[in-house]
């Protein structure tokens, strides 16, 4: 069980390195969290976009990219293209994003020519490592699935399960987030949280243990699930939390990074390779972190 970021990289360093596809590679924060990366022997880069640019950056933080591939492309839809080509083709393992839009770059993942769809729902998931919890944990979904349905969600706990396999997380405990701890027709989240957690019992669900509805307060402190009556292997202990829409996952998430002192990285993930697709916001060490975690399931 991974305790911290620290304990990552270096299950990372032992797995790694994959070949890593950068499109639109002309950022510093993202090309000093790309020689990171290498440096660590986490990550084989492959840079998609201006050369001179590259180059030119390359120069000012040091990074040495004389055995480095560059594929020169000023246009950059046709980088992203070009980037998520090699994805999708086998000769890159991760596609990570650059100096561009998500919805650019998200356009070439959905291609049915070139793209990365499995057919699967596609989601992000975020990475945590905060003070206060006894080990890293994963929030779903923060930035792509607006108000999921009850099928939607189940997709979205099945692909966060398979990056928390990746970390050694043999059997993560999900625990299905609502405002509430008892089921009430009037709230969805918590109708949804019950029947999650029936489908696991069930067997359609697999490789986990579901419980839910949790209020946030007792999915992470056993201590809050004692008080309230809570018999349960999850409650306090959850290693994925399953947001009940994008609003609570965003909330969630921003107040972890920005109010928690909390480390983070992000993945998407449900599509045939991991896909890195950090903020401008995202400092330099995030975006390693998040590097390290497409590594990691890439692997897997």
């Given at each position: 069980m991974a305790?911290?970021?620290e304990n990552l990289l270096e299950l990372a360093q032992k797995r790694g390195p994959k070949k890593v596809s950068v499109?639109?590679?002309?950022?510093k924060d993202v090309l000093s969290a790309v020689k990171n990366a290498a440096?660590?022997?986490?990550?084989?880069?492959?840079?998609?976009g201006d050369k001179e640019k590259i180059l030119v950056i390359g120069k000012e933080i040091n990074f040495?990219?004389?055995?480095?591939?560059?594929?020169?492309?000023?246009?950059g839809a046709t980088a992203c293209r070009i980037a998520t080509e090699l994805v999708s083709s086998g000769k890159a393992d991760v596609l990570m994003k650059g100096l561009i839009d998500t919805s650019v770059i998200m356009k070439q993942v959905l291609d049915s020519e070139i793209g990365l769809r499995t057919g699967n729902v596609i989601s992000h998931v975020a990475v945590f490592d905060v003070p206060t919890y006894h080990k890293v944990f994963i929030v779903t979904d923060a930035a792509m699935n607006i108000a999921?349905?009850?099928?939607?969600?189940?997709?979205?706990?099945?692909?966060?399960?398979?990056l928390a396999q990746s970390l050694d997380?043999?059997?993560?405990?999900?625990?299905?987030?609502?405002?509430?701890e008892k089921v009430s027709p009037k709230m969805e989240?918590?109708?949804?949280?019950?029947?999650?957690?029936?489908?696991?019992?069930?067997?359609?669900i697999l490789g986990c243990l579901v419980d839910g509805p949790f209020a946030l307060d007792n999915a992470v402190s056993k201590e809050s699930a004692i008080l309230k009556g809570i018999d349960s292997e999850v409650a306090g202990d959850a290693d994925i939390l399953l947001a009940p829409d994008i609003e609570a996952g965003n909330v969630l998430y921003k107040c972890l990074s920005f109010l928690a002192n909390a480390k983070s990285a992000g993945l998407i993930v449900g599509t045939k390779a991991p896909i890195v697709l950090t903020s401008r916001a995202d400092n330099e060490e995030s975006k390693l972190n998040?590097?390290?975690?497409?590594?990691?399931?890439?692997s897997r």
């Open positions: 305790k911290s970021f499109a639109v590679a002309q950022d440096e660590l022997k986490i990550a084989e880069p492959i840079l998609v040495d990219l004389s055995g480095i591939e560059i594929i020169h492309e000023e246009d999921p349905n009850l099928e939607q969600k189940k997709e979205i706990i099945e692909n966060a399960v398979v997380i043999e059997r993560p405990k999900v625990a299905v987030l609502a405002a509430k989240a918590t109708v949804h949280a019950k029947e999650l957690a029936d489908m696991n019992k069930n067997g359609e998040s590097i390290a975690l497409a590594v990691l399931m890439a």
